[in-house]
């Protein structure tokens, strides 16, 4: 029977915010209550009772094969003060009924040879996480939002097929906008596909609080796997992957324990930390010593913050970081206090009578250009120069920071200012009525003389993209650590995917009546090219027998994945014959790894869901050593159709794919047919020739318009790598390789 309407199910009732739990703290990870529950599961096991405690089903479970629906609420705040709401959504995802089968995150993140999952779990916080305004959605005919549980718009009375409903679910695993949006398989890999802070249209969640509670619900849940995210971020108009790993040494989710997972272009581990280390450790003074003539704008915004920092800074790291740190300062609600005690509680070097003496000094030229020109502002630059002489360069900054609100003693105050014009802090006196000449005038806070949150920001982005960005950076000298400056952007902006790795974290197994075995399988029908799956964790009692490993492994690979649906065992290739009676605390104790070897049977149907990587059988084998989809955009070659980089073969991102493409192998062997048939009038030979002339000029007018651009992760251009080789090409062919 088919049923083409929803039938109306009860709407969840809302409850008190009293009775919810709170998101900064959920889920528990430190086994409190009943924390440990789920610790010595696997993943597979740990979500379903995790679900089972927490959640509420949000659509019968009858209507959709595919989509099993959960909420689970949090508060965020005191309840006292009026705490709002979140909604955790955890959509169940049946794998092998869904529209997508396959993971294209599993694909360029190296995961691809895994087998395919039966179950995918997407955790979803999404933008409008009010739980009562998010079980809405749009009438497709007029527009209106009704809710998820009604059959009918109430105002153009169309009905709301289970086929709606189901679109509407799917399209939540593409919306861009959710504030989190996590997805685990069932063997525990998982992906983190987005978070979005404050900036992201969060209004009460941070993207820290984001990340703490992603990383307490995959420890929560026994992710004994390992977790991958593709950094693209972008803040403050810079691709903040490359300008955090410059100022922190590791990208945002370094945080979390996110490292380097695999890197675009065949870039390796230590070439991405050289990279980090030659960038961030840049000199600043590399920026100064550039000839004659007038301050840059750049050196003017570099020499200002330097001013400003209470230590010194000497490299690209120094400089990024305390952007960085000072729009984080800027954020808080009390910035403006915290700025003014923070100068104001230093532990001082100097005695108290050189500080004063200094100040005085200070004072009187700021006096004397006051008498001068009513109202003048004196740089700060201008006013160091004038008391060179008088104290060390040191004290001079020390007096600097704190001469703001300093009284003389005719009841004039220091004051200063920022000037966005010059990049330039300035000093003035004014007349300051009613307040006594003995005290400092503590409430007139340093904040007026430094930048507002906007412009360090905008300051920000100019340094960006004069010093770090590789397509912008400005030219300067030496020539070899601006090109080494290049490269080492390029490489850190190459590296997209990070990995944390879970397993290394797993709190230590505390209980002693049970044994926990990782179990590898071997399969016997297939190839030993097929990568086999990872192992499974399986937890049995002190008294279990082989017969019962046996029955647990196979519940577990089946329970785990599609194509393990008829999997049995056949042996333990370690023991031999042994008997189903042994019990396994005498083979293995209390923990340890058994070999498992049996036979899966992928009839019927299932050799479809042999690998994620699916059906299609590809080759990549790139100039620049990549010998996998790393997510880069590539094209095959319409001869041997292998895969390229098409950075690699002087395309560039902003160029159409070309209608044919022949790689550097089969267009070498296109020049050896044309030799040989240029002494031949045979009709073949002249449509080879032909042929070959075509190709000819489309490379020559490609690589006019690219060559200057195209760069190899290594530093070297194409034309360079085809020397290197020496492959031997016709002249006509030595500005490129394999570009047709």
Same mark, same amino acid.
């Given at each position: ?94 794998? #092998? ?173 230590? #070439? ?151 990049? #330039? ?118 008294? #279990? ?196």
């Amino acid at each position: 029977m088919i049923v083409n309407e929803i039938r109306p199910f009860k709407r969840a009732k809302r409850r008190s915010t009293s009775d919810l739990c709170d998101f900064l703290s959920f889920p528990s990870v430190s086994g409190d209550g009943d924390g440990d529950c789920f610790a010595e599961q696997p993943f597979w096991s740990a979500v379903q009772s995790f679900l089972k405690q927490y959640g509420h089903s949000r659509f019968p479970p009858s209507l959709f094969p595919s989509l099993v629906t959960w909420q689970i609420l949090l508060r965020v705040g005191d309840p006292a003060d009026g705490a709002g709401v979140v909604s955790l959504d955890v959509v169940e995802e049946d794998v #092998a009924r869904s529209r997508s089968v396959y993971c294209d995150q599993c694909r360029v993140v190296g995961w691809s040879g895994h087998p395919v999952c039966r179950k995918r779990y997407h955790f979803i916080i999404r933008a409008n996480s009010n739980p009562i305004k998010g079980s809405h959605r749009a009438c497709t005919k007029c527009g209106n939002m009704t809710y998820l549980s009604d059959s009918r718009c109430k105002l153009c009375n169309t009905a709301l097929t289970v086929d709606e409903l189901e679109d509407w679910v799917y399209h939540q695993f593409e919306d861009t906008t959710h504030l989190l949006h996590g997805v685990v398989h069932s063997n525990g890999y998982g992906h983190l596909l987005r978070v979005n802070g404050r900036e992201g249209g969060a209004d009460i969640l941070s993207g820290f609080d984001i990340m703490n509670f992603w990383d307490r619900l995959c420890k929560r849940l026994a992710v004994s796997r390992k977790v991958s995210v593709m950094d693209l971020s972008k803040k403050y108009g810079t691709e903040y992957r490359l300008l955090h790993t410059v100022a922190k040494g590791q990208v945002w989710y370094g945080h979390w324990g996110y490292q380097f997972g695999t890197g675009s272009y065949a870039l390796t581990s230590d #070439a991405y930390q050289n990279a980090i280390h030659t960038l961030s450790n840049i000199p600043l003074s590399t920026f100064f010593f550039q000839g004659r003539g007038p301050r840059t704008h750049l050196q003017t915004l570099i020499a200002f913050y330097q001013s400003l920092a209470e230590t010194e800074l000497r490299t690209l790291k120094d400089l990024f970081s305390f952007l960085l740190n000072r729009i984080s300062e800027l954020n808080t609600a009390k910035s403006e206090d915290q700025t003014s005690s923070h100068y104001q509680n230093l532990l001082c070097a100097w005695a108290r009578n050189d500080v004063e003496r200094v100040e005085q000094c200070m004072v009187k030229v700021l006096v004397t250009s006051a008498t001068a020109e009513k109202g003048k502002w004196v740089s700060r630059r201008t006013l160091k120069g004038a008391l060179y002489k008088a104290a060390s360069p040191e004290l001079i900054d020390y007096c600097l920071k704190h001469l703001v609100g300093r009284v003389t003693g005719d009841g004039m105050v220091v004051r200063t200012r920022y000037n966005p014009n010059s990049n #330039a802090v300035e000093f003035r006196i004014e007349p300051q009525s009613c307040i006594n000449n003995s005290i400092r005038v503590d409430s007139l806070d340093s904040n007026s003389s430094l930048p507002s949150k906007g412009q360090v920001i905008d300051d920000l982005r100019y340094l960006y993209n004069s010093i770090l960005n590789p397509q912008t950076m400005v030219t300067y000298r030496p020539k070899a650590t601006r090109e080494l400056a290049v490269e080492s952007a390029k490489k850190l902006l190459d590296c997209k995917q990070f990995i944390k790795d879970y397993k290394v974290e797993r709190v230590a197994v505390k209980n002693p009546f049970a044994i926990h075995l990782w179990c590898h399988v071997e399969l016997e029908d297939y190839s030993q090219d097929y990568p086999f799956p990872p192992p499974e964790l399986l937890v049995l009692p002190t008294n #279990a027998t082989i017969t019962d490993l046996k029955r647990e492994a196979t519940k577990a690979f089946k329970e785990v994945y599609v194509v393990f649906k008829r999997f049995y065992i056949q042996e333990l290739p370690d023991f031999g014959r042994i008997e189903g009676s042994v019990t396994l605390n005498l083979l293995f104790g209390s923990r340890g790894s058994v070999r498992i070897r049996g036979r899966c049977n992928a009839k019927y149907g299932l050799g479809r869901f042999q690998a994620e990587r699916g059906t299609e059988t590809w080759i990549v084998d790139c100039i620049c050593g990549t010998k996998d989809d790393d997510g880069e955009r590539m094209l095959a070659c319409d001869k041997c159709s292998v895969w390229q980089h098409t950075r690699c073969v002087g395309i560039e991102n902003s160029d159409e794919i070309p209608a044919k493409f022949l790689c550097e192998r089969c267009l070498g062997s296109s020049c050896a047919e044309t030799k040989c048939s240029s002494g031949s009038s045979s009709p073949r030979g002249e449509e080879v020739e032909a042929e070959y002339e075509c190709l000819i000029d489309g490379v020559e007018s490609r690589i006019l318009k690219n060559e200057a651009n195209t760069i190899l992760p290594s530093g070297r251009t194409c034309r360079d790598e085809i020397k290197a080789k020496g492959l031997g090409l016709v002249s006509r062919m030595c500005m490129t390789f394999g570009v047709q």
